[in-house]
């Protein structure tokens, strides 16, 4: 396909630099918007968000930026609406008066699925969403006023629901790096060799990040995909256990695993696992970093990074 010029905001975070580095391999030009970006503004002030659409003048958006935390979110459901809604529908009006033909990728969260991950089967799409947190609820408006404004404005949006994803550079508080960035303590003799952990019955359906953003740019660079909301999973779930016993197999010291009270959640849904047949079926797209590899290459990233 003849390379695109994407805006894409969000690029600083754990998933935009990915972003940025594959969309940039696969030739495409990009242009970031956002704090920190080289359209240094404020995705929710409407008049930066149309004066930086009209100079870019984007073929297609990649909108990342967001209020990711649920913690955080809950201390400030405004401001998860006004960031996670409000800018991406400045993003996607202005990006419509310019360029009506054009791909507008929108990332949201599995979280929208809610209780609904409760039945423990691979989600699909067309499931029902009970989103059980303000971060989750944002998300999913988002999600809908995408589609129904690009259906009215002539832009193709295509909405992710990306499940859980790991990878080198992920902040501690996800659940890969809170055990690795350990391992790594322990091994550097910063830590008495005592791995604390939260509810290890959990299961997730992780996807590496190279993972995840290769499914972004299939999506972007699919002529003719249909418009709607696609998952990003893997399809394979691993049980919390199970990220212990791969992060450990790489561990170059012996490593207790105990139960720590604060690491547990009020509540916890018990599995989440998607399908990404839709994906799969649109767009060719596969996973390629298994599992374990992934595990030992953020290992290998904590013993490299200084705190
Ligand atoms: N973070 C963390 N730290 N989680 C732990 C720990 C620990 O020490 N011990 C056990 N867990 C369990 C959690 O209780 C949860 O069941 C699971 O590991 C995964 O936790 P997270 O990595 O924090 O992810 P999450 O599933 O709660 O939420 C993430 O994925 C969602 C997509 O489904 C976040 O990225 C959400 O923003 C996102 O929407």
């Known amino acids: 396909m003849s390379p695109l010029k994407v805006l894409v905001t969000g690029a600083q975070g754990f998933v935009g630099r990915y972003l940025v580095q594959a969309l940039l391999r696969h030739e495409h030009e990009v242009v970031t918007a956002g704090h920190r970006c080289a359209y240094d503004i404020d995705l929710t002030d409407k008049l930066a968000v149309f004066r930086c659409m ?42 419509a008066q310019m360029q009506p033909q054009g791909t507008f990728l929108f990332v949201g969260s599995s979280d929208a699925y809610g209780l609904t991950a409760k039945a423990g089967r691979p989600l699909v799409e067309t499931d029902l969403c009970q989103p059980q947190n303000p971060y989750a609820i944002s998300k999913l408006c988002a999600e809908q006023m995408m589609l129904q404004l690009g259906h ?14 790991f990878g080198p550079g992920q902040a501690k508080g996800f659940v890969v790096s809170d055990f690795a960035s350990q391992i790594a303590a322990v091994e550097r003799g910063e830590q008495e060799p005592v791995l604390r952990v939260g509810d290890l019955s959990a299961a997730r359906d992780f996807t ?19 418009p709607g909301i696609y998952n990003v999973c893997s399809g394979q779930t691993h049980e919390i256990y199970e990220v212990i016993d791969g992060l450990l197999q790489f561990s170059l010291v012996k490593i207790k695993v105990a139960k720590d009270p604060e690491r547990f959640r009020p509540s916890e849904v018990p599995r989440f696992v998607g399908s990404a047949k839709k994906l799969q079926e649109a767009t060719g797209w596969r996973p390629r970093v298994p599992f374990l590899e992934g595990l030992g290459r953020v290992l290998e990233d904590w013993r490299q990074r200084v705190e």
């Open 208 to 226: 590496f990040v190279t993972d995840v953003v290769a499914a972004y740019v299939a999506l972007l660079e699919t002529k003719g995909i249909a």
């Open 54 to 95: 009209k100079e870019v003048r984007p073929d297609a958006v990649v909108h990342l930026a967001a209020v990711s935390n649920v913690p955080y979110a809950w201390e400030h459901p405004a401001q998860a609406v006004e960031v996670n809604v409000s800018a991406s529908i400045y993003l996607l009006e202005a990006f």
């Open 152 to 165: 009215r404005l002539g832009v193709r949006v295509l909405a992710t629901r990306s499940f859980n994803h």
